[in-house]
């Protein structure tokens, strides 16, 4: 039966080394980290991201600074509340909340940000340097997958890891940290032929293509970890909805040696990189290491 990977603990104890540092950096600089978070029009999952993340920018002592516009709002409008940021000496880490509606251009307004405030580390330049191996603001989904893998000691040098997904968000950046960590990486997603032989193949398998219940025990390997990206929502026959993840968690919790659940495994620590990314940003500015 498989170990269970607690995102929700390790973004606790993470949180609570960065209210600490936080503190440090208070008393030492006279001010807080901050992230501005900008978020368009009314969507309730949208909606409750952010409110999770300005939440816990508050439980650490960081200052947040919200910027909610309506769906009306123009690309030329967002612009210029971007450019303001990037020159708000007390803002670190900007971060758009995705999706946007069909009117903006989210691409043009993610490289509008400063890289050296690109707290979702999207921007070019950062996933450039991500592909170089070089240091810089990474992919938070990605970052929290890889300090899940390092908290439970699983071994990344030398193993086979799987990443079902191709996105830039979560499969293309994960892979990249994994080849940086000397794992011989296979990429595969949902078009790909023969998935379940692919999959045989993981060590490490990570599954983020936001298919409900895809990966289900015969397509993963006898002791495998099993990092699940994904968060669906479903309806079952009685009309009662619940949230599962690409994997099927109950079946395959058999076969790994490893398994994170959904929801609390991965999602936390989204958040929680989210925070670090800014602090990361804060330090870099004044010409101090964190971490």
Same mark, same amino acid.
């Not at 949180?15 to 978020?39: D, H, N, W």
């Not at 409008?77 to 999706?99: A, C, K, S, Y």
């Not at 940290?177 to 595969?188: F, G, H, P, R, S």
């Not at 790909?192 to 599954?207: G, P, Q, T, Y």
């Given at each position: 039966?498989?170990?269970?990977?607690?995102?929700?603990?390790?973004?606790?104890?993470?949180?609570?080394?960065?209210?600490?540092?936080?503190?440090?950096?208070?008393?030492?600089?006279?001010?807080?980290?901050?992230?501005?978070?900008?978020?368009?029009?009314?969507?309730?999952?949208?909606?409750?991201?952010?409110?999770?993340?300005?939440?816990?920018?508050?439980?650490?002592?960081?200052?947040?600074?919200?910027?909610?516009?309506?769906?009306?709002?123009?690309? $030329?409008?967002?612009?210029?509340?971007?450019?303001?940021?990037?020159?708000?000496?007390?803002?670190?880490?900007?971060?758009?909340?995705?999706?946007?509606?069909?009117?903006?251009? $989210?691409?043009?307004?993610?490289?509008?940000?400063?890289?050296?405030?690109?707290?979702?580390?999207?921007?070019?330049?950062?996933?450039?340097?991500?592909?170089?191996?070089?240091?810089?603001?990474?992919?938070?989904?990605?970052?929290?997958?890889?300090?899940?893998?390092?908290?439970?000691?699983?071994?990344?040098?030398?193993?086979?890891?799987?990443?079902?997904?191709?996105?830039?968000?979560?499969?293309?950046?994960?892979?990249?940290?994994?080849?940086?960590?000397?794992?011989?990486?296979?990429?595969?997603?949902?078009?790909?032929?023969?998935?379940?032989?692919?999959?045989?193949?993981?060590?490490?398998?990570?599954?983020?293509?936001?298919?409900?219940?895809?990966?289900?025990?015969?397509?993963?390997?006898?002791?495998?970890?099993?990092?699940?990206?994904?968060?669906?929502?479903?309806?079952?026959?009685?009309?009662?909805?619940?949230?599962?993840?690409?994997?099927?968690?109950?079946?395959?919790?058999?076969?790994?040696?490893?398994?994170?659940?959904?929801?609390?495994?991965?999602?936390?620590?989204?958040?929680?990189?989210?925070?670090?990314?800014?602090?990361?940003?804060?330090?870099?500015?004044?010409?101090?290491?964190?971490?």
């Amino acid at each position: 039966m498989a170990e269970i990977i607690d995102g929700k603990a390790l973004s606790k104890q993470m949180q609570a080394e960065m209210t600490e540092k936080v503190k440090t950096l208070q008393a030492q600089f006279g001010r807080s980290p901050g992230l501005a978070v900008i978020m368009v029009g009314d969507n309730p999952a949208s909606a409750a991201y952010v409110r999770n993340k300005e939440l816990a920018c508050t439980k650490v002592g960081m200052r947040s600074y919200g910027k909610h516009f309506p769906a009306t709002v123009t690309q $030329a409008e967002l612009t210029q509340v971007i450019d303001q940021l990037n020159t708000d000496p007390n803002v670190d880490g900007i971060l758009i909340q995705l999706p946007l509606p069909q009117h903006l251009d $989210a691409i043009a307004l993610i490289n509008q940000i400063d890289p050296n405030k690109d707290a979702d580390g999207l921007h070019p330049y950062n996933l450039g340097k991500l592909m170089r191996g070089e240091v810089g603001l990474q992919s938070c989904t990605p970052a929290g997958v890889m300090q899940l893998l390092k908290s439970s000691d699983i071994k990344i040098e030398g193993s086979t890891a799987v990443v079902i997904g191709r996105s830039i968000l979560v499969g293309k950046p994960i892979a990249m940290m994994l080849l940086e960590a000397n794992a011989t990486v296979i990429m595969a997603h949902s078009r790909s032929e023969d998935l379940k032989a692919i999959a045989l193949n993981a060590d490490i398998l990570i599954v983020a293509v936001g298919k409900p219940q895809l990966i289900t025990a015969d397509m993963v390997k006898l002791g495998a970890a099993v990092i699940d990206v994904g968060i669906n929502r479903i309806t079952d026959y009685e009309g009662k909805s619940s949230l599962v993840g690409d994997v099927n968690f109950d079946s395959v919790k058999a076969i790994a040696s490893y398994i994170t659940p959904v929801p609390g495994g991965v999602g936390p620590m989204t958040v929680t990189m989210l925070l670090h990314n800014t602090i990361w940003s804060y330090c870099r500015q004044y010409g101090t290491k964190y971490n």
